[in-house]
């Protein structure tokens, strides 16, 4: 396999840059961020671009928004799910219309290993992501059954001739993940950050960690634009 | 089973020839009467009208040979296990349009949700299922499924099935409608199963039962409607 076949590009400007040319194929990766710090846009360019740039299969599970408002978000920055790119090729799944009120949470990571089985044998997903982990964890009595569940799915994750990101989210000021475990379990780990300067808030983006991968450590700016997000590779955040 | 069905079957079962005629054709295969009725020694108007019987409750099969002189009808058993199945209470027809209403409620509550979570090829896939269904069951099931309309939904399939149920262009009993729904249920449910896991499947059923109307939830409840909606019924149905 060449260096670029081990590669699964974002397509996000200046992220590919920093991490060597995309994620390792078949790994598991996480993006963490507080709220309205730019996950969710970032996982649906992976999505998109996938099969856009590469013709490349995504399953995108949703657990937490509901289905139309990922698709409403998607569109105002270009990535129509109905357009010429999808051709069968992009699935949004909204596993939180299982929700019922006798339900602890929404779903185990069983379940969603029970769900990719029959998925994957029937669509061939290249690329998937999962949004997102705090929804899952609702499941588990406490972080530690969470983290041996989470061990266990990456595992099979890995297994399957996949790509996947998952979404989890910080708190402002705490740990850099929601429960703090999540970045041990991933071979990548991207944090988003929204910093307060002079008034105005600053997005920014660092790859904290990528295994096998001799990446960028640095904290880089990013914009949000109508084409979704760019990282400025070549600037740093002192 | 209809009513008169079993009747006319237990009939002809308990009829003095009726078990030994099963037993002969069960260990010699195509047979005419005038074969039946020497093995046996007994009249061949009685042989032929025995085997007449038999072949219109369902039990045997028949075909026509062409003899020297004339044209003579063959039968053999379709197979060496008989069963009667038949609801024996007197009030069902008064609940054929609930029971109707609580299966057309959740095959398209589940439809509805599975399209929700986003797998879109269920709509199509459960008319492309349901025609084969049609095509490849008894006159009994064939005739109910042909009113299920998917494009139209729920709405639609129980005013068609009540419309036809009340002007008696569909005359069934509430095991056909059983039998019926529960062939239509175990396609949806394998075809759910593949698509989204067994477990994903049964949720996804669980909840279009629980929004099912309340009279017609007790009245599946009490008829027994809910057997193919078990969590092991969808698991087998994904290992087979």
Redesign the interface.
């Known amino acids: 396999m060449t260096e670029s076949e081990d590669r699964v590009k974002t397509g996000i400007e200046g992220l590919d840059v920093l991490s060597k040319g995309g994620f390792p194929r078949n790994s598991v990766n996480l993006v963490s961020g507080p709220a309205g710090s730019g996950k969710t846009l970032l996982a649906t360019q992976f999505f998109f671009n996938g099969a856009r740039d590469n013709g490349d299969a995504g399953l995108y599970i949703v657990l937490e928004e509901n289905r139309e408002n990922i698709i409403r978000a998607m569109k105002n920055f270009e990535m129509d799910l109905d357009g010429p790119e999808d051709k069968g090729r992009l699935f949004l799944i909204d596993l939180g219309e299982m929700r019922t009120e006798q339900d602890r949470g929404v779903v185990s990571f069983r379940e969603i290993a029970d769900f990719l089985e029959s998925f994957i044998a029937r669509s061939k997903p290249k690329r998937l992501i999962l949004d997102s982990l705090p929804v899952v964890s609702l499941y588990y009595r406490n972080v530690e059954e969470f983290r041996e569940e989470l061990f266990t799915f990456s595992r099979y994750l890995r297994q399957q001739d996949l790509t996947t990101l998952l979404i989890t989210e910080s708190l402002e000021d705490q740990y850099l993940t929601r429960f703090g475990v999540e970045q041990f379990v991933a071979d990548s780990f991207i944090v988003l950050g929204l910093e307060d300067v002079r008034g105005e808030l600053r997005r920014t983006l660092t790859v904290r960690k990528m295994r096998f991968t001799k990446h960028d450590t640095a904290k880089h700016p990013f914009l949000i634009t109508p084409r979704g997000i760019e990282v400025m590779s070549g600037e740093k955040v002192v | 089973m209809k009513r008169e069905h079993f009747r006319a079957t237990v009939g002809i079962l308990a009829g003095g020839h009726g078990l030994p005629i099963l037993r002969l054709l069960h260990s010699r295969g195509w047979s005419i009467a005038s074969d039946v009725a020497s093995e046996l020694e007994i009249h061949t108007t009685t042989a032929s009208k025995y085997l007449t019987k038999l072949h219109e409750v369902g039990i045997l099969d028949r075909r026509t040979r062409d003899c020297r002189t004339r044209k003579a009808h063959e039968y053999r058993l379709r197979s060496p296990r008989i069963s009667l199945d038949v609801d024996i209470r007197d009030s069902q027809d008064d609940d054929l349009v609930p029971v109707c209403e609580f299966y057309s409620s959740v095959l398209f509550g589940m439809i509805k ?1 599975t399209e ?4 879109a090829i269920i709509n199509p896939a459960v008319e492309e299922t349901l025609s084969e269904l049609q095509d490849s069951s008894e006159n009994e099931i064939s005739d109910i499924i042909a009113y299920i309309d998917v494009k139209g939904g729920h709405a639609s399939t129980f005013r068609r099935l009540r419309e036809a149920i009340e002007s008696g262009e569909l005359q069934c009993e509430l095991i056909d409608l059983k039998k019926a729904f529960t062939a239509v249920f175990e396609r949806v449910l394998g075809l759910c ?8 499947a049964s ?2 059923f669980q ?1 279009a039962l ?1 929004t099912s109307p309340k009279r017609a939830s007790s009245l599946a409840a009490e008829y027994g409607l809910l057997d193919v909606f078990s969590e092991d019924a969808v698991y087998d149905r994904k290992r087979g």
């Open positions: 949700k929700k979570i986003g797998w199963s593949e698509g989204v896991g067994p477990t994903t949720r996804i909840l629980r």
